[in-house]
């Protein structure tokens, strides 16, 4: 199917996805399979080897570009395995300029990993364009940011941070996975690269980890596909079936995880035992006017300041039923965690203060449950709580 000619509605459902020639079947075939046959020495019908290319996966990387309107896209095991495929196009004495607040995964990768091969990366506040500006050097390869980021939902200006970095030759990738391509199309932008934890609202069902790629260019591509086949953190075709179900929902899903988003967010915003909310689709988001002009609408992740100790927060995400405590995001189903003892962890308590992460901060992935049966399960969780 043609991509420019649907709605993403529509291609959500079909691209990708022609019934199969053989047999008709509506639903992409889960090909359990790793080898295939050849007709004579080298000379096969386009599969050779499941990790170099499998027909589930092809017909979920057709469905994920046409997503995101991209011409290429790659699939991996996991988000991890696609971010890492990214940074395998660097070389020793490459420069990358990032967020202060990346995914604590990427985080990892950047500090723990390439930094033993010479990569250098410099940490910024990517709300802060001159500072963007001021960390690129000659050497500086990559620019790699997300938006809205983690657990304060800071919104990025896509289209000036990635003018920068085509300014300074250097590649541009967003990390899409709190937005969807059903929110926010970051190749439209000016985006390079657009990465995907699937595991999050595109597989939808917290019952997959997965990961992809999708650009334009088609060199970068190339480079990928060659990753994406020597490194092999390519996904299994169960799971490929899995996210391609998922894709399907994408859009009715996000509309009803945003509606209850905004609808728990001007409720939490009135809360006398709440401090401060994060979301962008309040007034006084800091980020406001950004999201709406580069988002079709907030989300469904928002976070929140219990005027209170850490200790109640943490009642509070103990309490709670209808929001499952759990790291992670995306699903059908509301999670709820706190950063502090939880996901943030990692970092010393003087910095995450600093950075604005509160010993009372909790977050939601608001899922997509009757928003009434939310809100009453927060106020029973907080009053719990504050008792
Ligand atoms: C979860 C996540 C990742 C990592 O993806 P996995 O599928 O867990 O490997 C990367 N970026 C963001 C923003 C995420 O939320």
Redesign the pocket.
């Known amino acids: 199917m043609e991509d420019d000619q649907f709605r993403i509605e529509t291609r959500s459902i079909h691209a990708g996805q022609e019934p199969d020639e053989e047999t008709g079947a509506l639903m992409t075939p889960i090909h359990a399979n790793s080898t295939y046959e050849q007709d004579g020495p080298g000379d096969h019908r386009g599969y050779e080897y499941s990790r170099t290319g499998n027909p589930t996966r092809t017909d979920l990387e057709a469905n994920l570009a046409s997503l995101e309107m991209a011409d290429y896209g790659r699939c991996f095991s ?6 890492n495929t990214v940074l395998n196009l660097l070389e020793t004495g490459d420069h990358v300029v990032t967020g202060n607040d990346v ?1 604590g ?2 985080h990892r990768l950047f500090t723990q990993v390439y930094d033993q091969y010479g990569i250098e990366v410099t940490f910024v506040d990517m709300t802060d364009l001159e500072a963007i500006e001021a960390a690129f050097q000659d050497s500086t390869e990559l620019l790699w940011l ?1 938006t809205p980021t ?1 657990p304060l939902m800071s919104i990025v200006d896509i289209e000036s941070a990635t003018a920068i970095a085509d300014a300074h030759d250097a590649i541009s990738v967003i ?1 899409n ?2 937005a969807t391509p059903y929110l926010q199309q970051p190749l439209e932008l000016g985006a390079d690269v657009v ?6 609202y595109l597989g939808g069902h917290s019952d997959v ?3 992809a790629l999708l650009t334009n260019d088609p060199d970068l591509d190339e480079r990928f596909g060659f990753y994406q086949n020597a490194v092999g953190a390519t996904p299994g075709p169960f799971d490929c079936f899995l996210v391609l179900r998922g894709t399907k929902t994408l859009p009715v899903r996000m509309d009803r995880h945003c509606e209850n988003a905004r609808t728990i967010a001007d409720w939490l915003a009135e809360h006398p035992a709440v401090d401060a909310v994060y979301y962008p689709g309040l007034a006084d988001h800091p980020g406001h006017e950004i999201a709406a002009r580069q988002m079709d609408d907030f989300g469904g992740m928002l976070s929140f300041e219990l005027d209170g100790t850490l200790e109640q927060a943490s009642t509070v995400v103990e309490e709670t039923e209808v929001f499952t405590l759990a790291e ?3 699903g059908v189903e509301s999670l709820i965690e706190q950063p502090a003892p939880m996901t943030h962890a990692a970092i010393p308590r003087e910095e995450r203060l600093e950075a604005g992460l509160t010993d009372s901060l909790i977050r939601v992935s608001v899922g997509i449950e009757h928003v009434d049966d939310q809100l009453a399960d927060l106020e029973q969780a907080i009053e719990t709580a504050l008792e």
């Open positions: 996991s988000g991890m395995g696609a971010i995914y995964g990427t997300e983690n990390d996975t709190f990465s995907h934890s699937l595991t999050k980890v997965g990961g992670s995001l995306g």
